[in-house]
């Protein structure tokens, strides 16, 4: 029987794809003499690259044109299989989308996300997946429900202008022309438990990332606690039927605050539930049935850090390898580690390979990943598959 490994591993943030990472370890197992099988998996947690995992994983790539964070149109794709669409936000409003100098915290929106929720819905999909992350929005997820019909209207009558600054302004929503989307399953893919509002909100935590100043972060804050009154009293007059307490909930709720507070919106507005994207991505892949009869599992990502282990890809792949047959060993490649080897083996992990390991240089470790990553592989073929 042909031995089989399976590599599974998230991107290396700012240099190199998960699907390239996949492909690099598979080139290092055999020049390090793994003739068996190797099973490609690229792996993403609901932010960058979650469409590109869902290709790798059968699902049908659609391209299309939305507007991008600061207008401009952008092209963007999302997975499409049987029903269910994959969406990134991120191809939508993406921070990489913007120049380092060009950024925009006070304006950019998430409309182009609700344009592909709009398509996805308009070719038949029935569960539609919000992978979030890497946005370079702090609009609540407001430019989401204007691309889905909803007015924000000002003290004067009229529309708010896009961006998160302008929210503070909102009189009232108007929601007579809001699509219904009652008939689509919306399950929100993160890995981000922070709440809308507060000290660890979406303007708090994540508004500097995306070039906001301290003065910024405040006018932000203000704005989104304005969208948030305004939105739910206007969903609890247009659904009555739904409990008050349940609607003010929502923007407390683990998740809000995730993709500047686009979470709050599509648990609002659509519904949404929250699912570790990690979770919804193994199971797209069918994980459990391909990772039967490995010999080895290989993971990863850029950092090996206290974040891998609060739902980050890695950690996942490392649970449903041991859900599945615990006695399939998990490694992974880095491009660094700070955990200790008992916090690698307490998250299912039984050795780290990092960059840095066999390349001192971090500029060089930035620089070509590529062929240092296949250089651990041969490493790992000797060390787990000789």
Request: proline share 5%; charged share 20%.
């Amino acid at each position: 029987m042909t031995e089989r490994v399976v590599v599974a591993p998230d991107k290396f943030k700012g240099t190199i794809s998960a699907a390239e990472v996949a492909e690099r370890v598979a080139r290092g197992l055999a020049v390090g003499g793994f003739a068996g099988e190797t099973l490609l998996l690229p792996m993403a947690d609901g932010g960058e690259g979650t469409v590109a995992a869902s290709i790798a994983a059968g699902f049908r790539r659609v391209e299309l044109g939305v507007r991008g964070p600061v207008g401009k149109p952008v092209t963007a794709s999302f997975g499409l299989r049987d029903g269910t669409a994959i969406i990134e936000a991120a191809q939508a409003c993406g921070l990489s989308l913007l120049a380092p100098d060009a950024l925009a915290p006070r304006t950019a929106t998430s409309r182009g996300v609700g344009e592909l929720v709009l398509t996805a819905a308009r070719m038949g999909a029935k569960i539609i997946v919000l992978g979030v992350g890497g946005v370079a929005t702090t609009d609540g997820g407001a430019g989401l429900t204007q691309a889905l019909g909803v007015r924000l209207i000002n003290a004067s009558g009229r529309e708010l202008p896009p961006g998160g600054a302008a929210l503070g302004g909102v009189s009232e929503l108007d929601l007579t022309r809001l699509r219904d989307l009652s008939s689509v399953e919306f399950l929100l893919a993160s890995d981000v438990d922070n709440p809308l509002l507060g000290p660890t909100g979406a303007a708090a935590v994540y508004g500097p990332q995306k070039g906001a100043t301290a003065a910024d972060v405040q006018l932000l804050e203000a704005g989104l606690e304005r969208w948030a009154e305004a939105a739910e009293t206007a969903i609890a007059e247009r659904f009555p039927e739904r409990p008050a307490a349940e609607i003010e909930a929502i923007r407390n709720s683990p998740g809000a605050g995730a993709a500047g507070g686009l979470g709050f919106a599509a648990m609002l507005f659509l519904g949404a539930r929250m699912r570790p994207g990690i979770e919804l991505l193994l199971e797209f892949a069918q994980f459990k049935t391909q990772v039967e009869g490995a010999r080895l599992v290989i993971t990863g990502e850029g950092s090996l850090d206290h974040q891998t282990l609060h739902g980050k890809a890695p950690v996942g792949v490392a649970r449903a390898t041991a859900a599945a047959d615990p006695s399939i060993p998990v490694v992974a490649v880095a491009g660094r580690c700070t955990l200790t080897e008992d916090e690698l083996r307490a998250a299912g992990i039984a050795r780290a390979y990092t960059l840095t390991d066999i390349e001192p240089d971090l500029e060089r470790c930035l620089a070509e990943p590529g062929p240092l990553v296949e250089q651990l592989a041969e490493r790992i073929a000797a060390d787990w598959l000789s």
